[in-house]
Each structure stands twice: as structure tokens, then as C-alpha cells.
């Protein structure tokens, strides 16, 4: 983006439009010839490749191009202040100097700085330099990261493209995919937006509120505007429409429209783009809040089973889209979370009213209490809303998604057919009941809580035969040391932490005689069911 002054546009009839500049061998001889002052301008004063660059403004027909291009070149550059010491410093010191000192001359001056160099244990020449040398045109250009002509030219279009929008009203916009990142770099932004769909599939228009439309947070929200707009042009096929308020012309508004085949080859592309910078990732949160809640939920919660989805698939309500900022998904149940950032009550309203357009959609809504107000409330028939000062609370969430979970495995188990249950084999395990009927385990598990079957006794997540118990136990009858037992057990196919479970279904006791697990015996306590059944 440019700065205002430097926008290039035409009126006509109520519309506005950027002056691009054509991929031509003029201009692609002014952009080379830029570059090369910056260029030849490094270790050197940046007052220096200020001038070289005012004689070409001289030249040029359009001084408003040559500083544009300048100015996206000068934020490829690093300046630093050539000082011997720091020049705020000295310069106080100097100043403060001479005004006690009452130095009025040219001699008094340079008694003074005589004096003061002493002082700071410089000599005269490097105090002279020092005093000026972090003022604009006296810092040293110490790298240029150049870029070729044609990219220059492409980024100055699509600069102009931004710059438009910052003035915006209103911006809507189409696109033929990239809905992914797009809507991504929307709540990145933190962008106030509604969605709408076009048609069948995921065809959308998305409306996104202008900086100008705001009462506050206009500069920075216009930024944020800007930043969308590599994410649109990087579609194949896209448009953009916008309200742009001109405040020179009276406050008059007028409608920018652009498309992808109309600006095709003249702006820089997102590929160009992330190719330049390296390939730099983009930010994986769009606030620290979300980061903040996601790490302590995975870090707290995270062994409860619900897999945490950052920025999950579109929620279609109606004729609009609602893009969450979390989902939380178990047993097939889904539970969203949309954090509320700074907004406008036209679009609270907005996103209440798309809320409860969304039928047997369950939704979590955190707000700011500093955001917070009344509307909210309303939104508790159709989402549970949590307020946060600085960090989204977990208790409620996690509560909430407990809820959730006992309530879906009770239902899921009921529908659990136990009659058609049959266990064929000494030692059936739970997991494999679960996958011959495809339901999670834990829906199995507390649908079987009650299940007695013929011919077996459930022993932690296994089905043993009565068969199968006798033989253990009339091995184990024979043995004294707990891990004789152990590998007894072991051997007839149960292993691990199932081993110890059979040892305690069948009436043993481990008797410790000291620490070391090797010296450890078995003792049958009193004969169980299992022991005594008479199938055993």
C-alpha cells in the first residue's frame, strides 16, 4: 500500500479506478532505472539517493509514479545511523553546553564542541557527524534487497489496488476458490464480514466492512483491508467491488470494480509474492487469544479425546456462511467455538442472526466483557455464550463438552443391539465387539456395563471363557511367585495390565516381602464366581 497522496485515480461518471501502469518497455525502463539508484545508493547517504531520486521525478512525466515505486523500494532497505556515539546524547550534551556557555559565534561554537568532545571521548570531526547523523537524509542505506523491474511494476499496481481500499466503505468480492485462505486472512484480519452463497456448492460473495465505516481502529482496520486483497487475486477467476468515500470531492462516493481478466499480467501475484519473501508461513493464530486458549486447552484437556480443529469447514446458514474459529469433534458430535473480536452492532446483529439461522448446530460464543453488551444475550437460546477478560476460560468449555459427550454416549449406547452379541473364542476383546458393530469403543463400553453373557466373564476390557479361567487358575494353583503367575497368564493370551486383572478376577493377592518385585508371592483369597461356576 502507498501512502494517500501518492494514489493514482480517475473519475469518471461516478466510478474510481487506479491508473495502472502498463508492462512496457517505457515504463519497465523507469522501474530498472530506480532500482539502480537504490542500488548504487547503499553504504551511502540516504539525502544522497534523495536527490539522484528527485532528478528523476525531474524528468519523469508523472512524479507521483517515481515516488511510488521509491517508496516500495524503500521499504526493501535498511538504515542505520553512522555514529561514533549516540546522537540524541550528543546532541543534548552540546546544546545544553552552548546554552550555559551562552555561545552565540562560530568561535564559541567550536570552543564548545572542543569542550563536550572531551567529555564524550570523541574527537571534533566524529561530535560533528554524530550531532546529525539519525536525521532522515543523513542515515547510511546499508542494504537494498532489489527486485527485478517488471515485479516492481506489478507491486505498484496492486499497491495502487490497496491504497483505493483503504478508503472503503464497503468492500465485496468473489472468487473462483481459495476460499480456504481466504476466509483465513479475513479472520486473521480480524475483518468485520458477512458471507453469502451463490448457488449450488461453495460459491460465495463476501461483503467486508471499510475502514471508513468504523468509528475507531480506521488506520490500522484499513491496513487490515489492504492485506486481504493478494489473497483474492491469488484465485484464478475473482472480482472486487467497493464504496469508496472521496472526502476531497465533498464526501462523495464512488464504485471501484475490478476482475482478474481485467488486471491479468499487470499485478503481482501471491506466488511472486511469497517466492520474494522466502516463503515465509503466515501466522497460525489470528490473535493471541486464540493461540493462548488453543495451547492451554491441548496442554490441559487434550487427553479427553475431542480433537481440536482450528478454523473448521464453513457453517451454511441460510444464504449465509459462518466460519468458526474452533471446532471440537468426538463420537461424530461437533461443538463450535466463535471468538468475538471488535465489531459494529450492525454486525453483531449479523452474526446473531446467522447464528439462529443455524439449526442443530451447537455453538460456543466467547466475548470480550469490554465488547460485550446486551445483544449477547440473546444468543443463549441458540449458543451458550462465555464472557473472558483476557483469556477464554476452559472450565465452562470443557463442562460443556462433557455434557455433551455423556449425553451422546448415552444415546449411541442405547441403540446398541446386545441381543445379537455373540462371543466367539476364549478371549474376545472389547475393541473388537466395537468394530464388528462400527461404533466407538466408548459407546460400546458403557452400553456392555450390564452385559453378562453365557460361557465368559468380563475382566477389564476382555471377555474370557469360563474354559479358558479354569486352566489358568488350575496353573496358577501350582505356582508361588507373582511373576511365575504373570507369565503363566501371559502365555494363555492376555497381556499387560489385563494380566493383573485376571490375578484379581480369579481370588489372588500379591504378598510383598520388600521392594523388589522378584520376591513378590500369590495368595488365593476366597474362591469367586468366576472360580466356582460350574462350567469352570
Not at 511472486?272 to 508461513?281: K, M, N, S, T
Not at 486464540?290 to 479425546?305: D, H, I, Q, T, V
Not at 456392555?448 to 468380563?458: A, I, K, N, T
Request: glycine share 8%.
Amino acid at each position: 500500500m502507498l501512502p494517500a497522496n501518492l494514489l493514482r485515480a480517475k473519475i469518471s461518471r461516478g466510478t474510481i479506478r487506479p491508473v495502472y501502469v502498463s508492462i512496457d518497455p517505457e515504463a519497465l525502463a523507469l522501474a530498472e532505472r530506480i532500482i539502480s539508484d537504490f542500488r548504487d545508493g547503499v553504504r551511502k547517504r540516504k539525502g544522497a539517493l534523495i536527490e539522484r531520486l528527485k532528478e528523476v521525478e525531474n524528468e519523469s512525466r508523472d512524479y507521483k509514479l517515481v515516488r511510488g515505486m521509491s517508496a516500495l523500494l524503500e521499504r526493501r532497505c535498511t538504515f542505520e545511523a553512522e555514529s561514533a556515539t549516540d546522537p540524541i546524547a550528543a546532541r543534548r550534551a552540546v546544546f545544553e553546553e552552548a546554552s550555559r556557555a551562552r555561545a552565540t559565534g562560530a568561535d564559541e561554537r567550536e570552543a564548545v564542541i572542543q569542550r563536550m568532545c572531551g567529555k564524550l571521548g570523541v574527537s571534533p570531526e566524529a561530535l560533528e557527524r554524530a550531532l546529525y547523523s539519525d536525521l532522515e537524509e543523513e542515515l547510511i542505506v546499508r542494504d537494498f534487497k532489489p527486485i527485478s523491474a517488471e515485479l516492481l511494476i506489478k507491486r505498484y499496481n496492486l499497491s495502487l489496488m490497496q491504497t483505493l481500499l483503504f478508503k472503503s466503505l464497503r468492500v465485496e468480492f468473489t472468487s473462483s476458490g481459495n476460499w480456504k485462505a481466504i476466509f483465513r486472512e479475513v479472520k486473521r484480519q480480524g475483518l468485520i464480514y458477512s458471507v453469502e452463497t451463490q448457488g449450488q456448492g461453495s460459491d460465495y460473495r463476501v461483503s467486508v466492512d471499510g475502514p471508513l465505516s468504523l468509528f475507531k481502529f480506521t488506520e490500522r482496520y484499513g491496513t487490515s483491508v489492504a492485506k486481504l486483497l493478494p489473497r483474492i487475486t491469488a484465485s484464478e477467476r475473482w472480482s472486487v467491488k467497493a464504496e469508496i468515500l472521496a472526502r476531497s470531492k465533498g464526501g462523495r462516493v464512488y464504485t471501484f470494480e475490478t476482475n482478474s481478466q481485467e488486471v491479468e499480467g499487470l499485478i503481482a501475484t501471491e506466488e511472486e509474492g511469497r517466492a520474494d519473501a522466502g516463503g515465509r508461513p503466515t501466522a497460525a493464530f489470528d490473535s493471541t487469544v486464540e493461540e493462548r486458549f488453543a495451547k492451554s486447552f491441548l496442554a490441559s484437556y487434550g487427553s479427553l479425546g475431542w480433537t481440536l480443529k482450528r478454523e473448521p469447514e464453513p457453517l451454511v446458514a441460510g444464504t449465509h456462511v459462518l466460519i468458526p474459529d474452533f471446532s471440537f469433534e468426538k463420537l461424530g458430535v461437533k461443538v463450535y467455538l466463535e471468538v468475538v473480536g471488535f465489531w459494529t452492532s450492525e454486525y453483531l446483529e449479523r452474526k446473531i442472526g446467522k447464528l439462529s439461522s443455524i439449526a442443530g448446530v451447537d455453538m460456543i460464543v466467547a466475548a470480550d466483557e469490554s465488547l460485550a453488551c446486551s445483544r449477547l444475550e440473546r444468543l443463549r437460546s441458540k449458543a451458550q455464550v462465555v464472557y473472558y477478560k483476557k483469556d477464554v476460560p476452559l472450565k465452562p468449555i470443557v463442562e460443556h463438552l462433557r455434557r455433551r459427550e455423556s449425553s451422546v454416549l448415552g444415546e449411541q449406547a442405547g441403540r446398541v443391539d446386545i441381543g445379537s452379541i455373540v462371543l466367539s473364542g476364549d478371549i474376545v476383546r472389547l475393541e473388537d465387539v466395537a468394530r464388528e458393530k462400527g461404533a466407538p469403543l466408548e459407546v460400546v463400553n458403557l452400553a456392555l456395563q450390564d452385559f453378562r453373557p453365557r460361557g465368559h466373564v468380563r475382566v477389564g476390557d476382555l471377555f474370557i471363557s469360563h474354559k479358558r479361567l479354569r486352566e489358568m487358575d488350575e496353573k496358577l494353583g501350582k505356582v508361588e511367585m507373582l511373576s511365575e503367575a504373570l507369565a503363566i497368564i501371559e502365555s494363555s493370551g492376555v497381556r499387560g495390565e489385563e494380566a493383573s486383572k485376571v490375578l484379581d478376577a480369579l481370588g489372588y493377592t500379591s504378598l510383598w516381602e520388600g521392594m523388589e518385585i522378584e520376591k513378590v508371592r500369590i495368595s488365593k483369597r476366597v474362591p469367586t464366581p468366576a472360580a466356582t461356576s460350574k462350567e469352570m
